[in-house]
Each structure stands twice: as structure tokens, then as C-alpha cells.
């Protein structure tokens, strides 16, 4: 007979409900914050191309920027939005993304149901918060951008993969969904493509190939992608034929690593050895084929971060997710398997073990990252003192920046409802050409010795600052290119051997300096 000191503790409904509410609940006011500004400001940039193609300038001519077609396509719904109800575009922009985790994660909540080695009690309590923590938390400043709405795009697929590779067939309307959802956030990035391909080709060595053919999820995804790039070439045809070929020529040298770096840079090599111990402990320790269908996502999802070279930790976030839901399902199916818990009997082990975990996963979400600390800080930091300069100086809230990076010109003109004048949104082009510094070259190209795509953009800023006017012009003093013969590269003195550009800077005064920014005023600029 059990004892009263023996006697297993237990948890009242009352309770159990009151942890459940705060583990979904927390997540749902951290998503409030984000309707604060700043947004993202690569967000920003690409909602401010696509309210100008919007309004009518012609895409990749009167604006040009290296992101693909689909990347503005989806960006034009929440300008679309702000045309016809209250509120403005970045508003809706964080609208609409709240709008696609709430039905990601009810599809995935569902999902998880499908998988059978996830049919136990912990797993299939603890899964789904860790996943609503993945959509909101881990994010932080960079909500909204394309790896995070790829990622919370295909969790369904992730999930659906898991079921799959358990031996589940999803009805066919599901599947289809799955599919066609997936395969709009993986054409966002080339390099996303990595990731259906380690799937898929696990899940055709694991399965009989006639299974992967009937499969409508990998079509699907196939079918995305190729109609977008036929986009490339008919209905944006000038990305096909013109950025394309430049971003390739000139936007793939930027950044301070290679993929070699990127292997291990901060982010990228903790993230990489987390994933291989992780994914051994699930592969060998929980032994279900759906912990290796999750691996091979993470594997794809590392490899698209490695290709793109660059070493942002943004590039690493869907594998980071990975490693995390990893960790949560060896975990869970470890005490599932070996220590089995009854979901009738013994729910005061599933809830605090899921609160316990969830109160650590944003307890290091916080101490990596501050939560809202760029929202908190935003009035006083360069973007907001910016704001205020541009509000005071420029009448009619149009600018032109001659610098290789675009923070913190957005979110700025955003929130401003100002205007670049320029077709170019940086100065990548001029920051590819002069990536590297040869044996005693000249400092700056002749005009008549530049490459057709440097005089291109040489040309092009000359012209479209002589035409546009803007109230502002600023230039950054940090060209984000190596010193060359000991000497720094100024953007002034670079476009200024143009005499439409020369002739139409006669036309401004030098107004401060501000941080590392020179800015230059129209004169006679009237209200």
C-alpha cells in the first residue's frame, strides 16, 4: 500500500491550464512588440522597393536592387493592404507575418499528431511551444527577414516530412498546400533550395522511389520554383538578363567572409557542431526516422547559410531552429521511450518539464539578445537622430546616399514617407568592383576604362541625382571597401569626375557632419 510520503504528486486542471496559457501566451505579447518601430531595416528596403514598383516605377529599372521577383511580389501585399485599410505598410508588413506564423503553427500543431514516434505525451506537449518560440522569440531584431519567413513558411513541410518518413500519407489537399506554401518561401533565396533536396533525398533513399513519385509535396515545391524562374526571364525579364548577371558579377564579393569563414565564424561553427551532436543523439539515441528526417532539414538549412558566404547571423537562423527542435525532440523522446509518461496519469511531468525548457530557451534568447532593444533604444540611436535631421532639413523628404550599406536610411524613410532618388539603393555595385585592392592601381577607374556595369551605375546615380533633386545629399564616410595606395575611398570625390554629377553638387552646401555621414543641403530649398 503507497504511503502518503510515497504517493506521487499531483497537478490540478486549474494549474495545468494556468503554465499551458503562459507558455502560449508569452510568445503571443512578444509578437505586440514588433509592431513597434524599428523594423528590420532589409524589411524596410525591400517594403520601400516594392511600394515604388507599386506606384508605378518599373521594377529593376527605376529601381534596381539584386533581391529575386518573388521576394517583392510577396512584399507588395502588405503595401497593397495599407492602400485600402487603416495603418501603414510596416504595420502590415508585421500584420501579415503574425497572420502566417498564427496558421503555421495551427498547421504544424496539427502535424505533429500525424507523426507516430511523436504520439507520446511529452513530445506532443512540448513540440508545439518550442515551435511558437522558434516563429517569435528567436527572431528578435530580425523579424520578417527572408530566412524567417522561409522557415516558418515550411515548418509545415518539416513536420509533414518527419510523418513522411514515418511511413504517413497526408491526404492529397494537405499534401498539395504543404507543398505550394513550402515552395513559395524556399524561392525566396536560390540557396533555400539546399534544404528540400537534403529532404527529399533522404526521404528517396529511405522510401521506395515510386513513393517519392506519387509524393505531391516535392512536385509541388519544384513547381514553385520553376515558375518563378520562368518569371525571371518573361515577366521580369530585365533580372534575367541584367541584375541577375550584375549581382553575380558584383553583390557576390561583398561581405567580410567566404564560405570558408562563414565555417567558422561565431554563429555558423557553435550552430554546426550543435547540429552533428544533436543530430547523433537523435539519430542514435531516439532511433526515428523522423529525427533524421529533421536532421537532414538542419543539414540542408546549414548548407544554404554556408553558400551565401557572407557570415550574417540572420543567414543562420533556420538551422539554428533546427538545432534547438532537435535538441527538444531527443529530449522529449528519450523520456517518452525510457521513461514512460501516461498522459491521463502523470501531467505534472509534462507540463513542468515543457515550462522548465521554455522559461531556459527564452532566458538565453534574452541574454544573447535584449529583447526589443533596438525598439527601446530607437529614438536616441543614429536611425531616430537621423529621422529628426531629415524631418527638420528636408521639406520634401527626399534624399540620396551615396554609402555601401542601407541602415539607417531605413526604416527611416519608411516611418518618413521620404524618397530615395536614385535608382540604386546602395552602393553595392561600386563596393563590388573595388572589393579588392590590386598592385598600385589607380585609386579610382577612369571613366574610359571602367567595365560596363561600373559605368552603368556611374552614370546612372550622376543622372539620377542631377534629375531627382533631393533635399539631401548624404554621403558615408566608410566605403565599406579596402584602403587602397594608403587612401580611403571617398564616393564624393569618386562620382564628382562626373561633370553632370560635379555640376549638379554646385548646387549644395554643406549643412553638418553627423556620426559618419557628411550631409549636403539643396540651396535655396524652400518649404
Not at 525591400?46 to 506606384?55: F, K, N, Q, T
Not at 544533436?278 to 531516439?286: E, K, N, Q, R
Not at 546602395?426 to 568592383?433: D, E
Request: net charge neutral; glycine share 6%; charged share 15%.
Amino acid at each position: 500500500m503507497q504511503t502518503a510520503s510515497t504517493k506521487s504528486p499531483t497537478l490540478s486542471p486549474r494549474i495545468e491550464r494556468l503554465l499551458l496559457v503562459l507558455l502560449f501566451a508569452l510568445p503571443v505579447l512578444w509578437l505586440v512588440g514588433y509592431f513597434f518601430p524599428p523594423i528590420n531595416h532589409d524589411v524596410a528596403v525591400l517594403l520601400d522597393v516594392s511600394g515604388r514598383w507599386v506606384a508605378g516605377e518599373k521594377l529593376y529599372v527605376d529601381v534596381i536592387d539584386e533581391n529575386l521577383p518573388l521576394t517583392f511580389i510577396l512584399h507588395a501585399i502588405p503595401v497593397l493592404t495599407a492602400k485600402v485599410l487603416p495603418g501603414d505598410v510596416p504595420f502590415w508588413f508585421t500584420a501579415w507575418v503574425v497572420a502566417g506564423i498564427a496558421g503555421s503553427f495551427i498547421a504544424c500543431r496539427r502535424l505533429v499528431r500525424h507523426i507516430p514516434s511523436a504520439d507520446h505525451a511529452l513530445t506532443e506537449g512540448l513540440l508545439p511551444p518550442v515551435l511558437l518560440f522558434l516563429f517569435t522569440v528567436l527572431p528578435n531584431e530580425h523579424f520578417g527577414q527572408r530566412e524567417h519567413l522561409m522557415f516558418v513558411a515550411c515548418a509545415p513541410y518539416l513536420l509533414a516530412s518527419m510523418a513522411r518518413a514515418e511511413g504517413v500519407h497526408l491526404r492529397r489537399g494537405s499534401a498539395i498546400a504543404i507543398g505550394l506554401v513550402a515552395g513559395v518561401g524556399l524561392a525566396l533565396k536560390p540557396h533555400f533550395l539546399a534544404i528540400p533536396a537534403a529532404v527529399e533525398l533522404y526521404l528517396l533513399i529511405h522510401r521506395r522511389w515510386r513513393i517519392t513519385l506519387r509524393d505531391p509535396i516535392p512536385w509541388c515545391i519544384l513547381a514553385v520554383a520553376a515558375a518563378h524562374l520562368v518569371l525571371m526571364f518573361t515577366v521580369f525579364s530585365t533580372f534575367g538578363r541584367f541584375v541577375m548577371p550584375l549581382a553575380v558579377e558584383s553583390y557576390e564579393p561583398i561581405g567580410d567572409s567566404g564560405w570558408r569563414q562563414v565555417l567558422v565564424s561565431n554563429v555558423m561553427a557553435p550552430t554546426l557542431i550543435a547540429l552533428l551532436i544533436f543530430g547523433a543523439f537523435a539519430v542514435f539515441l531516439t532511433r526515428t526516422l523522423a529525427a533524421r528526417a529533421l536532421l537532414a532539414f538542419g543539414i540542408g538549412a546549414a548548407i544554404a547559410a554556408i553558400a551565401q558566404a557572407k557570415g550574417w547571423p540572420y543567414h543562420v537562423l533556420p538551422a539554428l531552429s533546427v538545432v534547438i527542435l532537435l535538441a527538444a525532440f531527443t529530449l522529449s523522446q528519450t523520456v517518452d521511450r525510457y521513461l514512460p509518461i501516461s498522459r491521463s496519469a502523470h501531467r505534472l511531468p509534462v507540463v513542468v518539464i515543457s515550462a522548465t525548457l521554455m522559461v531556459l530557451f527564452y532566458f538565453q534568447a534574452a541574454l544573447y539578445t535584449p529583447p526589443f532593444y533596438k525598439q527601446r533604444q530607437y529614438q536616441d540611436s543614429i536611425g531616430g537622430i537621423l529621422l529628426h535631421i531629415v524631418e527638420q532639413n528636408a521639406p520634401h523628404r527626399t534624399i540620396m546616399t551615396l554609402s555601401p550599406g542601407i541602415y539607417p536610411f531605413w526604416p527611416m524613410l519608411n516611418y518618413l514617407h521620404g524618397q530615395m532618388t536614385m535608382r540604386f539603393l546602395s552602393m553595392w555595385v561600386i563596393q563590388g568592383v573595388y572589393a579588392t585592392c590590386e598592385d598600385f592601381p589607380a585609386l579610382y577607374n577612369a571613366p574610359d576604362t571602367m567595365s560596363d556595369n561600373e559605368k552603368f551605375v556611374f552614370d546612372a546615380v550622376s543622372d539620377d541625382f542631377a534629375k531627382g533633386k533631393p533635399d539631401l545629399l548624404i554621403v558615408d564616410q566608410i566605403p565599406g571597401m579596402p584602403r587602397c595606395q594608403g587612401k580611403v575611398f571617398d564616393y564624393l570625390e569618386y562620382f564628382q569626375q562626373n561633370k553632370v554629377f560635379s555640376d549638379a553638387f554646385e548646387g549644395y552646401d554643406h549643412l553638418m557632419d553627423f556620426d559618419r555621414y557628411r550631409i549636403f543641403k539643396r540651396k535655396n530649398l524652400k518649404k
